[in-house]
């Protein structure tokens, strides 16, 4: 859209009667789905511009994952086409993610939110979620990095096919002002990387206790140049014990991920696991059912191999965290790990990678939510494996 000078477009406001003032005033009971409140009053409407009965403006989002865009965008249009005289109306979106509130660790310079990824025991796709949840996350437009603090089995070297030593760059601390050393982070399909398993020398087992471990996760965090991010995943180690308590003391989180399978055990484990962070004081952004059903190869069919789904939704709604959604198993999602290209990257439009896309958008509208209001409101439970919103 072309707008001419501002002596006409003063002019063209005179004659249509529609100013910046009424389009704001119309926009006034506009609201995040997602956060409740107006958009004028968080602030995302921004540059609006009036030429005759045409009306351009700009909805900065919160997220640039963020899963209900296409009805802020309906309900903005609606609201200012109910003016008299406006004939047309030309939406631009951009985002900005809000910086996490400040907690009692002390924050990584220049990562706004750190998720971590956990289960309440092995064996449930945790590191796949992990590796997926990031890869969505920056194919959305967030910048974003991938940590991997499961220090006894570091497997993100493997699933993203990179063995890159950390090379030692000067860069300025932004508290002190003055020249440190950090670690370069390796980068690959968009996301800022680090892992023991780039440090580790060959196939040596890490037998180490719980806080030796704390102690190489916090290097890996703070002597890690990871310069501006909006979202760190970190993918934790299994299970609830004190590596995992340790680590979630040492780490400021904006809040974790919980991963379990569909059978009724694991949502006794996954509920352990839940409850622990809660004691920990660290909040719940949602629950992962993984490997919910199998997917045939061959004619694509579903099974419920665990007998039936919804012990994740289940835990969710008895817990009172969001259900962020069900993963399939497919055989093309271990191919991809072991290729080293998740399964995102590497078929976006298939049923897994839909799912990984919304339960990225779920990820980020809770960071959102709990950010901007410091509340967690009671919503329906959304299903990731319909695609993302």
């Known amino acids: 859209m072309i707008f001419r000078r501002k002596s006409e477009e003063q002019g063209d406001t005179e004659k249509s009667g529609i100013t910046v003032e009424s389009v704001l005033h119309a926009l006034r009971d506009v609201k995040d789905p997602e956060i409740g409140r107006p958009l004028v009053e968080l602030g995302m409407i921004r540059n609006v511009r009036v030429?005759?009965?045409?009306?351009?403006?700009e909805v900065q989002l919160t997220t640039p994952a963020c899963p209900l865009k296409a009805t802020i965008e309906q309900d903005c249009r609606n609201a200012v086409m109910s003016l008299p005289g406006v004939e047309q109306v030309n939406i631009d979106w951009s985002s900005r993610v809000p910086q996490a509130r400040r907690r009692e660790q002390q924050p990584v310079p220049g990562v706004k939110h750190i998720v971590a990824v956990a289960s309440g025991k092995g064996g449930v796709g945790k590191s796949t979620v992990a590796v997926n949840l990031a890869a969505a996350l920056a194919s959305s437009g967030a910048k974003t990095g991938l940590l991997d603090a499961d220090i006894y089995?570091?497997?993100?070297?493997?699933?993203?096919?990179?063995?890159?030593?950390?090379m030692l760059v000067k860069v300025r601390d932004p508290e002190t002002g003055e020249e440190v050393k950090r670690m370069a982070a390796p980068e690959k399909y968009g996301l800022k990387l680090m892992s023991l398993g780039f440090l580790a020398e060959?196939?040596?087992?890490?037998?180490?206790?719980?806080?030796?471990?704390?102690?190489?996760?916090?290097?890996?965090?703070?002597?890690?140049?990871?310069g501006e991010?909006?979202?760190?995943?970190?993918?934790?180690?299994?299970?609830?014990?004190?590596?995992?308590?340790?680590?979630?003391?040492i780490v400021p989180l904006t809040g974790v991920v919980i991963v379990m399978t569909p059978q009724d055990v694991a949502l006794t484990i996954a509920t352990?696991?839940?409850?622990?962070?809660?004691?920990?004081?660290?909040?719940?952004?949602?629950?992962?059912?993984?490997?919910?059903?199998?997917?045939?190869?061959?004619?694509?069919?579903?099974?419920?191999?665990?007998?039936?789904?919804?012990?994740?939704?289940?835990?969710?709604?008895e817990m009172g965290v969001r259900f962020l959604g069900r993963i399939p198993l497919d055989a093309r999602i271990v191919t991809d790990?072991?290729?080293?290209v998740?399964?995102?990257?590497?078929?976006?439009?298939?049923?897994?990678?839909?799912?990984?896309?919304?339960?990225?958008?779920?990820?980020?509208?809770?960071?959102?939510?709990?950010?901007?209001?410091?509340?967690?409101?009671?919503?329906?439970?959304?299903?990731?494996?319909?695609?993302?919103?």
């Open 51 to 57: 030429c005759g009965g045409q009306v351009a403006l």
């Open 153 to 166: 089995g570091p497997s993100i070297p493997l699933m993203l096919d990179i063995r890159q030593t950390p």
């Open 202 to 226: 060959g196939d040596a087992p890490v037998m180490w206790r719980g806080p030796m471990v704390a102690s190489a996760v916090r290097q890996m965090l703070t002597e890690t140049d990871w």
């Open 229 to 249: 991010l909006d979202y760190l995943v970190v993918d934790l180690p299994p299970g609830t014990g004190d590596a995992q308590i340790s680590l979630a003391q």
């Open 272 to 317: 352990k696991a839940l409850r622990m962070f809660e004691h920990l004081n660290t909040p719940v952004l949602g629950i992962v059912e993984n490997m919910a059903t199998f997917v045939c190869p061959n004619c694509g069919e579903e099974t419920e191999i665990f007998g039936h789904t919804g012990a994740g939704q289940r835990a969710a709604e």
């Open 337 to 340: 790990s072991d290729a080293g």
């Open 342 to 389: 998740p399964t995102f990257i590497r078929d976006p439009g298939s049923r897994p990678a839909q799912a990984y896309a919304s339960i990225a958008s779920q990820v980020a509208a809770e960071i959102s939510v709990q950010t901007l209001t410091g509340a967690r409101p009671p919503r329906e439970p959304a299903d990731a494996a319909s695609g993302p919103r």
